[in-house]
């Protein structure tokens, strides 16, 4: 079974950046197509971006396009969500989880997410 566990979030100011890391445990990790998802207070959760086992393709949500970078270390079983020109819309909690191979559904257990919250 994989866990995940998901850190870098924190506070920060419209038009800045974060790092968000993604953890997993278990030796397939890097069998498996990983994404990021967030949920914003009273709305459900949405994907964000996704990448592919290997890392040689990457998907976005249209409003995270030009911003937001997704990668992964197979090595030390991490993805990660780089995040540039923050907007107060994209405050919410992140999480990461494992991603179907064809679409966007995910499937697994979640972590406890990390929250980011941008201010304007």
């Known amino acids: 079974q994989v866990q995940l566990v998901e850190s870098g979030g924190g506070l920060v100011q419209a038009g800045g950046s974060l790092r968000l890391s993604c953890a997993a445990s278990g030796r397939t990790f890097s069998s498996y197509a990983m994404g990021w998802f967030r949920q914003a207070p009273g709305k459900e959760r949405e994907f964000v971006a996704k990448i592919s086992w290997s890392g040689g393709s990457t998907y976005y949500t249209d409003s995270v396009k030009g911003r937001f970078t997704i990668s992964r270390d197979n090595a030390k079983n991490t993805v990660y969500l780089q995040m540039n020109s923050l907007k107060p819309e994209d405050t919410a909690v992140y999480y990461c989880?494992?991603?179907?191979?064809?679409?966007?559904?995910?499937?697994?257990?979640w972590g406890q997410g990390t929250q980011v919250t941008v201010s304007s």
């Open positions: 989880n494992r991603v179907q191979r064809s679409g966007y559904e995910p499937f697994g257990s």
